[in-house]
């Protein structure tokens, strides 16, 4: 039997050649493949487009030029720039739910005192509720929830006693000013 290369005998003529089975572009110059050569001349390309941009000026008015860049030399945390971005973009909801319902329930009078209606606050109760009733019956993720549903009643009684304050605060400020002000003189064509 003649000798057949190795390569027809497994391959079968009813099938397409695989993308990994053709050979890859050689540099004629130095017979490595083109995209390794591509991938070695890189960093020089990127280097040679930064001159080029800051020779335009294209660098020139950025936000912070010639300033120090904010709480660095501190304690070193890696998470630094994440942090930043949660700040810059105020983003919420990424925390466990355990966390974010106890942080809820630290804010939670204070939401509860930019609304005036009695109903929308019984809402804003109820809901707050329901969340944290349904954390329960989940799997934990996180740290242990310890935050406990609040009393609808009692709830609404500190927030009628907190309005109450702070609408005989306001008035009380309101007669303050009024009394501080000197009297208006009445123009002669009024009296």
Request: proline fraction near 8%; hydrophobic fraction near 35%.
């Amino acid at each position: 039997m003649r000798d057949v290369p190795e390569k027809w005998t497994q391959e079968r003529p009813d099938e397409e050649p695989q993308k990994h089975d053709r050979p890859a572009e050689l540099d004629e110059r130095t017979g490595r493949s083109a995209a390794a050569a591509r991938m070695q001349h890189q960093a020089s390309w990127v280097d040679q487009q930064i001159r080029v941009a800051m020779a335009k000026g294209e660098f020139d008015d950025l936000p912070g030029a010639g300033k120090p860049i904010k709480d660095l030399g501190g304690q070193h945390d890696p998470d630094w720039w994440l942090k930043k971005l949660v700040e810059r973009e105020q983003i919420t909801g990424v925390l466990p739910p355990s966390v974010q319902l106890r942080k809820e329930d630290a804010e939670l009078d204070a939401r509860l005192d930019t609304l005036n209606v009695e109903a929308e606050v019984r809402r804003e109760l109820e809901d707050f509720n329901a969340r944290v009733i349904a954390a329960r019956y989940r799997p934990p993720e996180g740290p242990p929830l310890i935050t406990m549903p609040r009393d609808v009643d009692a709830e609404l009684a500190a927030w009628r006693e907190r309005r109450t304050a702070r609408r005989a605060a306001q008035a009380e400020a309101v007669r303050r000013t009024r009394d501080a002000e000197p009297p208006r003189r009445r123009r002669w064509w009024r009296r």
